[in-house]
C-alpha cells in the first residue's frame, strides 16, 4: 500500500555511502534524489510557519500522519563559510557543518515550480515519538529534509546556509508579514531566489522564527560574487556584505563580536588564506574548509560535512567527516530555469 503522503512523490532514487569501515547504516552519509511536488507553494499560500510545530501540523494536514510526532531539535552547532573566486572568475562557496556524530541526507530537489537544487540535512535533529529519523523509511526521510535544509545551492548559482551564534537572544519576529522558520527559509530561498538580492528581499517579507530556539543566522553567495551574511539583531533583519562568515556577529553595533573565541579564530585563519591567494580553486578552497575543521581544534564535535560549491558550473563536492581525500561529487541540474 503506497502511503497518503505519496501524492507528492514523484521520482526517489536514493544512494548511501558508508563513512568507512564498519560504518551502521544510521551513521551513513546518504544522498537522495527527488523529483515532484512536495506541497511547498501550498505551505507558503496558507502563511508558512511560526514554528516547527506549524511545519508538522502543515504535513499532517496534508495526508502524512507519518509526520504526527515529528520533532525538530537539536545541540548548538558551528559552522564555516568562505567566498571565493578561482582563477577564471568562477565564484566558489564554501561550507563546514560541524556537530557531533550524525546522519546526513543531501537532497537533490527537482521541484515543479522552482529551481532545481542541492541541499543538506541534518536527520539527527529531526525525530519522530523519539526515534532518530534516519532509522524509519527513506522516504519518510526525504520528505522531512526538503522542510529542514541546513545549507545548499540552486541551479541559478544562489548558495545559502544557516550558522548559529551562542547567544541567549532569538529570533522571533512579529509583523503583519507571514511567518517563515529557519530551515523553510533555506527552501524558500533556494526555491526562488536568483542572486542574493532576490535573497534578501524574500527574507524581508516574512516574519521569521527560529528554529531550535537558537540565534541563527544566513550566509548567502551568488554567482556574480555578492556574498553577504543576513543576521537578526533585536528582531530587527541586518544585512553585511562579507565573504567571511563563522559564529560571532559581523554587523556594527552593540553586538558586533559576540560568539565564541574559536569562531574569531576561523574567522581570522579563513581571510588570511583567502587575502593571501587571491583566488582559490575547488582543491584549494577544501584546503581553506580543512584548515578551520574541528580536528584542528581538539574538540569532542566534528565537522560532519564539508562542501565546495562552483556556482557557475553547478558542480558541488561534499567531504563526510573530515576525510578530504574522498569526495562525493554532484551537479544541480534540471528545474524551471537552468
Excluded at 44 to 49: I, P, T
Aim: with cysteine.
Amino acid at each position: 500500500m503506497r502511503r497518503k503522503f505519496a501524492k507528492y512523490m514523484a521520482i526517489l532514487f536514493v544512494v548511501t555511502f558508508l563513512s568507512g569501515c564498519g560504518s551502521r547504516r544510521e551513521d551513513a552519509l546518504s544522498a537522495v534524489r527527488y523529483s515532484g511536488d512536495y506541497g511547498f507553494d501550498k505551505f507558503l499560500v496558507q502563511g508558512g510557519a511560526s514554528s516547527d510545530a506549524e511545519v508538522v501540523s502543515f504535513l499532517m494536514e496534508n495526508g502524512m500522519e507519518e509526520f504526527g510526532n515529528l520533532l525538530f531539535g537539536g545541540n548548538s552547532f558551528g559552522c564555516s563559510t568562505l567566498a571565493v573566486k578561482d582563477e577564471n572568475g568562477n565564484s566558489l562557496f564554501g561550507r563546514n557543518f560541524d556537530w557531533n556524530t550524525c546522519h546526513a541526507m543531501i537532497i537533490q530537489n527537482a521541484p515543479v515550480n522552482g529551481y532545481a537544487s542541492i541541499s543538506t540535512a541534518n536527520m539527527d535533529f529531526i525525530s519522530v515519538s523519539g526515534i532518530r529519523l534516519s532509522s524509519l523509511p527513506d522516504e519518510i526521510q526525504a520528505l522531512a529534509g526538503l522542510y529542514a535544509p541546513l545549507d545548499g545551492v540552486n541551479e541559478r548559482g544562489l548558495a545559502v546556509c544557516v550558522n548559529m551564534i551562542q547567544d541567549s537572544d532569538t529570533i522571533e519576529q512579529d509583523t503583519e508579514k507571514p511567518d517563515i522558520t529557519t530551515t523553510t527559509a533555506v527552501r524558500l530561498l533556494l526555491d526562488q531566489a536568483a542572486d542574493v538580492e532576490e535573497a534578501v528581499a524574500l527574507l524581508g517579507s516574512y516574519d521569521l522564527h527560529a528554529s531550535f530556539g537558537y540565534m541563527v543566522y544566513f550566509a548567502i553567495a551568488d554567482r556574480a560574487g555578492s556574498s553577504v551574511v543576513v543576521e537578526y539583531i533585536n528582531n530587527e533583519m541586518v544585512v553585511t556584505k562579507t565573504p567571511v562568515v563563522t559564529n560571532f556577529y559581523l554587523a556594527e553595533g552593540e553586538t558586533n563580536g559576540i560568539g565564541t573565541q574559536q569562531s574569531h579564530e576561523r574567522y581570522e585563519i579563513l581571510t588570511d588564506r583567502r587575502n593571501e591567494s587571491g583566488t582559490m580553486d575547488m582543491d584549494g578552497l577544501r584546503d581553506a574548509l580543512d584548515s578551520v575543521s574541528k580536528d584542528n581544534f581538539g574538540e569532542f564535535e566534528s565537522t560532519e560535512w564539508s562542501i565546495v560549491m562552483n556556482l557557475e558550473t553547478g558542480e558541488v563536492r561534499y567531504y563526510h567527516r573530515q576525510n578530504y581525500d574522498t569526495v562525493y561529487a554532484f551537479t544541480v541540474t534540471g528545474g524551471k530555469d537552468a
